[in-house]
Structure formats: C-alpha cells, structure tokens
C-alpha cells in the first residue's frame, strides 16, 4: 500500500498570510505514460464532508477559489492557500488514487487562525 | 447538479451488520465508481471500498471478509453492509461518486473523488 504523510500536522496562519501544507508518498504516483500525478486534496469543514479542491495534483476542482493552488510531482507535493481567509479553517488530506486498491489518504493537517 | 443522499442506522448492536444507502440524484449512475469511506470520531479517512453500475467491486483488504457492496441500478442506490461489527467500527460513514477515466484497450482508470454524501454517524453500542 502507498503510505501517505502530511506535514505538519497542525498548523496556524495570520489572516492573508500564506499557507502550506506538504504530502509526500511512499511511493511515486506519477504516471510517465500520461505525465499525470494521481494525487488529490480534500478540505473538511467541521461538522461537513469533504470536499474536492485539487486533483491531478494542481487542477482546481469547480468552484474552488483560486487561492489554492497544487503542486509538485512523484512524491512530493504540496497545497498552498495564497491568502488565508476564515473561511479555510478546516483539515486538508492529501489522496492517492496511482495504486489501486486501496486508495489511500494522508492523516491530516489541521489549519487554524494565528 | 449531482447529489448523494444516504441513510441507515445510526445505532448498531455489537457483533450485528451495519447497513447503509446512498442515492444518485441528478446525474448518470453508470460510468463511475461509487465508493465508501469512513471516519472515526477525530481521526483520517479510511476508504472501505467501491462498485461500480455493473457490480464490479474492490474492497480494502483489512475490511474484506466483513464487507459487502451491491447496486441497485433501476434506483440509482448503492449499498454497503459491515457484519460482526465492533466500537472499532463506530464512524462517520461518507459515500463519494469516483469518475473514471478512459485508458487505452477500452481499459479504465478510477481516480478521485469528485461528490461526496452528507454522512452518516453510526455508533457500535449495546
């Protein structure tokens, strides 16, 4: 199984300040074929499901601000929030879809307000 | 615009099966995974497992001989059910819509999940 790490686990950020949250996986989830990493972010409110922000490592899913931003390929990546609002208070999971089943998901980063 | 709506038990007798719904509305039921994850009170994911509209399956290994999947294409629901189940198995309970992607040979990829259900909390408790 691909084993999937985020750091840090917690973290607090100033309003508008810059947020970053890394995962790194066990393994490669770069497909060369397609140059496609088979990785997405989640951001879970509390109280709500998940929601879909990144896949494919760095595509904004629909509606998604565009604050976030994804990046990096293989095994480390990483989500940026540009500008922190209130309202992106929550934990962000990282997701491989590359080596399936199981899918995998990283632990969690917890983002607070500073 | 796509919606999951699910529902069940919330309250589960150990060692007793864990039965839960989810419905498709407002979209095709066929040309996807529909998947099933849970979460522990405080803690991650954890992916249980997938059908898709004609009954193809991939279960997590750890939870394969408790758990079982099947559709029910006429409704657009799918349904997951967890026998012999334990406090360990007390979770938020999340079905998600997993779209596929086309690969060569007529072959195809399963990727992330786009929609996600409300949830459901079922508790494991005499």
């Known amino acids: 199984d691909i084993v999937m790490t985020q750091s840090p686990d917690s973290l607090a950020v100033s309003l508008g300040e810059r947020a970053t949250i890394n995962c790194k996986s066990s393994?490669?989830?770069?497909?060369?074929?397609?140059?496609?990493?088979?990785l997405a972010w989640y951001q879970q409110k509390a109280g709500q499901s998940p929601k879909l922000l990144i896949y494919w490592a760095s595509t904004r899913a629909s509606g998604v601000p565009d604050r976030f931003s994804g990046s990096g390929s293989g095994t480390d990546f990483t989500l940026t929030i540009s500008s922190l609002q209130a309202e992106d208070v929550a934990v962000y999971y990282c997701q491989q879809y590359y080596s399936t089943p199981p899918i995998t998901f990283g632990q969690g980063t917890r983002l607070e307000i500073k | 615009q796509v919606q999951l709506q699910q529902w069940g038990a919330g309250l589960v007798k150990p060692s007793e099966t864990l039965s839960l719904t989810c419905a498709v509305y407002g979209g095709s039921f066929s040309g996807y995974y529909w998947s099933w994850i849970r979460q522990p009170p405080g803690k991650g994911l954890e992916w249980i497992g997938e059908?898709?509209?004609?009954?193809?399956?991939n279960y997590n290994q750890p939870l394969k001989r408790r758990v079982s999947m099947s559709v029910d294409t006429s409704k657009n629901q799918f349904s997951l059910r967890l026998s012999s189940v334990t406090a360990a198995d007390t979770a938020a309970y999340y079905c998600?819509?997993?779209?596929?992607?086309?690969?060569?040979?007529?072959?195809?990829?399963?990727?992330?999940?786009?929609?996600w259900g409300p949830g459901t909390m079922v508790t494991v408790s005499s």
């Open positions: 393994q490669s989830v770069l497909v060369r074929s397609n140059n496609k990493n088979y």
């Open positions: 059908i898709n509209h004609i009954g193809r399956i």
């Open positions: 998600a819509r997993v779209p596929i992607m086309p690969m060569s040979g007529g072959a195809v990829e399963r990727t992330y999940f786009d929609i």
